[in-house]
């Protein structure tokens, strides 16, 4: 479970409606006016709090004839506090998050239109570039040298430049004329 659904969850389990709600959906499944009449509440505000119910995945719905039936998600409900709180080791994905962004940032910056302006000096901008030519080739796939440098062409003039840097950084082997990339 993210962090996100965590909070959407407790968010929604914030209104004394919403509780009285479950509560009902817990004895058994019910449709709104069912719902409205067992708790004394409008038809039009059991909606309101069934939708915040349901996109926080707590309640699930189907159509039954004419009407549509309310029940607890019971996946939902068998999770305890501890799954509700514990994630994913959480620094991990905001680091991940911040590198994502980072490299959108430079690709961003040194790509126009599809073309790249120029070279980053700096070497960790300029694995984010090599990056992106890379992605331009498949794995397990061998090319020509004449294949690469057409790849590489369409948005850079200086394809040596980048056909030599993705040999040196890794991102592919050379054999004689033939190039491929790298499993990393």
């Not at 794995?139 to 440098?149: A, L, M, W």
């Amino acid at each position: 479970m993210d962090i996100g659904q965590s909070v959407n969850i407790v968010k929604s389990l914030s209104d004394i409606s919403r509780l009285r709600i479950l509560n009902s959906l817990l004895e058994k499944p019910r449709y709104v006016e069912e719902l409205a009449h067992k708790i004394n509440l409008a038809p039009s505000t059991v909606s309101f709090h069934l939708r915040k119910l349901e996109s926080a995945g707590l309640v699930v719905q189907k159509k039954e004839q004419y009407y549509i039936i309310y029940s607890v998600n019971n996946k939902l409900f068998n999770l305890n506090l501890r799954n509700l709180i514990q994630f994913e080791d959480m620094e991990k994905n905001s680091e991940e998050e911040r590198i994502e962004k980072y490299r959108t940032k430079v690709i961003r910056i040194f790509f126009r239109n599809g073309k790249l302006i120029k070279l980053p000096v700096q070497h960790k901008k300029r694995l984010i570039i090599l990056s992106v030519y890379s992605a331009k080739f498949r794995p397990g796939k061998k090319y020509s040298e004449e294949k690469v440098n057409e790849l590489i062409k369409e948005s850079y003039e200086d394809y040596c430049t980048i056909r030599r840097l993705l040999i040196e950084e890794g991102f592919m082997k050379r054999d004689k004329h033939f190039y491929w990339l790298i499993n990393k």
